[in-house]
């Protein structure tokens, strides 16, 4: 047996894909459980035969309607007592019925579509925030963006494409066949048929060819949208370091590259159209010589003349589509598995079957030997053990690397530990709801990214259900009320992309003033004031320790005097607890916690 190549199988695992990608959207259109659906899928069918059949018969009545003004002995008696008038006006009549039955067939079929559409977008939506945050790290969201626009969209051009040109093309094609065969002999199909095989065979080489550079193009296109979406999102970093033509020249360069790709796809397009219409031209001529030699032997009207060439014209018509409806099924076939591909991506982190809502009586925390790495070639934490007792304001603080922030990252469950386990009042965070989990710990992290819209949105985020005078309850605690006040609009004010209209300070405030209003009982700060300036940091410690009042907290800290009154601090080095006690008890031992304290009061002073 002939080993397959390198070819084949990518071939064969193509075709393989492209089946799949065609399984998995067959459900959308014959949902179980949804009688209306399958009622409208059946009823365009019906619709798109009947439109069919009408216009493989329209030819038939163009053709009597010429005889019965040169030969009206040649048409057939019901027929010819219809008149030329007549059949002239049910001709025009089949037509007009043709386009009637089809855009009714969109009307019929269009909630359906747009019900795929919705679901699979939304299948997709909820996948991708089910993905770890390790996966969100690795891609990149212009890329992202651009899977699943493309998928959706692919989506809704195959629906559409297979049910309502592709599939009709080869129904009429059968159709019009057979009418030849019927009405006029053998050969026509026989000529017909070679036609129709040469061009789809020659149609679908040229295409397959031009996915390669279409595909390229793509690339292309969607480096050039991570380019261009990183530059923006990076704007204020762009400005400080005057990169604005660096960027520019980045993004150039990409653009460049698709540039050159579009232009190889617009050449194809070329050869494809000019080979296209070469052959279909060929077997016109050879159909209309042989209809032209059955006239001039009394074998045939002047009316099956026209007959065969309507049908000639009709059939060319939507094989000039072909080509491009082969492109697209191809091209929507490959935007469609990226998007199937991402939706099969498994999410690193998930409820163990029988999970139950997590209980929080007290809020202790026990990090209980916990062993965790982002790479297994390099651990991050090691055997790591720690308590919080129920109400207990414990600080983390270590050199940089150290493990600080992985600890918020375990006790949120953005990952599982490797080894060893996290308890909250004795339950295994791996065996409790991810829901219920998230739901009992509030996290104010350093930089606090707002939604691209109003104040009053992005406070109430922390709870679903708030109403405005809770809302402004919480911010009166943030101590942010006055200031939205002031503000022209309010708590209507937009606070731009990522919350840029407003200051560091002011952003860091209506998180604590969201997180006040989710009201959890284990708060995680996670570096919250290290990216403020001392004034702000000060002011808002303030805020964050009454917010701590009654509540576990783990404090995660760079700066040290930020923490010195907490009622436990764990200092970390290297993945391990080295020390833990209080500020005055850790200071007195004179390790390394003392070494910290020392080194920033020295650096602090300087700055001053």
């Known amino acids: 047996m002939r080993r397959l190549s390198i070819t084949d199988e990518a071939l064969r695992a193509d075709r393989a894909s492209n ?8 459900p959308y259109l014959w949902p179980e459980g949804h009688p ?25 009545v163009y053709g009597w309607a010429v005889d019965s003004l040169s030969d009206p002995g040649n048409v057939p008696g019901g027929a010819l007592a219809m008149g030329a008038i007549g059949l002239t006006l049910a001709y025009g009549l089949a037509r007009v019925s043709n386009v009637a039955f089809q855009q009714l067939r969109d009307v019929v079929f269009a909630r359906v579509g747009q019900r795929a559409l919705r679901l699979i977008a939304l299948e997709t939506f909820r996948h991708i925030h089910a993905l770890s945050l390790r996966y969100h790290i690795t891609r990149k969201t212009g890329g992202l963006s651009r899977i699943i626009e493309r998928g959706v969209k692919g989506v809704d051009y195959i629906l559409r494409l297979m049910l309502f040109s592709l599939g009709p093309l080869l129904l009429e094609l059968v159709l019009t066949g057979v009418m030849l065969w019927f009405l006029f002999d053998a050969w026509y199909l026989v000529v017909v048929g070679a036609t129709i095989a040469v061009y789809v065979w020659y149609t679908f080489t040229v295409t397959e060819w031009r996915v390669k550079i279409r595909k390229e193009m793509n690339d292309q296109d969607t480096r050039a949208n991570q380019r261009a979406i990183d530059s923006l999102l990076n704007y204020e970093t762009v400005k400080y370091f005057n990169a604005e033509e660096r960027e520019a020249r980045r993004y150039d360069e990409a653009m460049a590259a698709y540039a050159e790709a579009a232009v190889k796809t617009n050449n194809s397009l070329a050869y494809l159209n000019l080979g296209q219409g070469l052959l279909i031209n060929l077997g016109l001529i050879v159909v209309m010589l042989m209809a032209a030699r059955g006239v001039q032997a009394g074998q045939m009207t002047v009316g099956d003349f026209v007959m065969v060439n309507t049908y000639m014209i009709q059939i060319t018509t939507p094989l000039n589509f072909l080509g491009s409806m082969y492109r697209d099924i191809r091209q929507a076939l490959v935007d469609m598995d990226e998007m199937f591909h991402l939706l099969e991506q498994p999410a690193e982190v998930t409820d163990r079957p029988g999970a139950k809502p997590l209980e929080v009586l007290g809020g202790e925390i026990v990090f209980d030997r916990v062993e965790f790495g982002y790479d297994p070639e390099r651990p991050i934490l090691k055997g790591l053990s720690f308590r919080v007792a129920p109400g207990q304001r414990v600080a983390v603080v270590g050199s940089s690397g150290a493990g600080k922030s992985t600890i918020g990252r375990l006790l949120f469950r953005f990952y599982d530990v490797t080894g060893g386990a996290i308890r909250i009042d004795g339950q295994d965070i791996r065996e409790v709801t991810q829901e219920s989990l ?31 005078a809770e809302i402004e309850a919480a911010a009166k605690a943030a101590h942010i009320h006055d200031f939205i006040m002031r503000l022209p609009q309010g708590y209507q004010t937009q606070v731009g992309e990522r919350g840029l209209k407003l200051s560091g300070g002011e952003k860091q405030r209506v998180g604590i003033a969201r997180t006040l209003l989710k009201d959890p009982p284990i708060l995680i700060l996670d570096e919250a004031t290290s990216a403020l300036d001392t004034a702000t940091e000060a002011d808002i410690q303030e805020e964050l320790h009454d917010m701590g009042q009654g509540r576990s907290v783990i404090v995660i800290a760079h700066r040290l005097s930020t923490i010195a009154d907490a009622d436990r601090i764990v200092v970390l080095e290297d993945g391990r607890l080295i020390e833990e006690g209080t500020h005055d008890a850790l200071l007195a031992r004179g390790g390394r916690y003392a070494e910290l304290w020392s080194r920033q009061t020295r650096e602090e002073e300087m700055a001053a």
């Open 438 to 468: 998230h739901a009992r710990i509030g996290v104010v992290p350093q930089d606090t990214v707002l939604f691209n819209d109003t104040v009053g949105y992005n406070i109430a985020y922390g709870r679903d259900s708030a109403t405005q």
């Open 36 to 60: 209306w659906v399958k009622r409208r899928v059946v009823g365009a069918v019906l619709l798109l035969v009947l439109a069919k059949v009408i216009t493989v018969l329209t030819p038939v």
């Open 19 to 26: 089946w799949r990608t065609v399984r998995r959207t067959a």
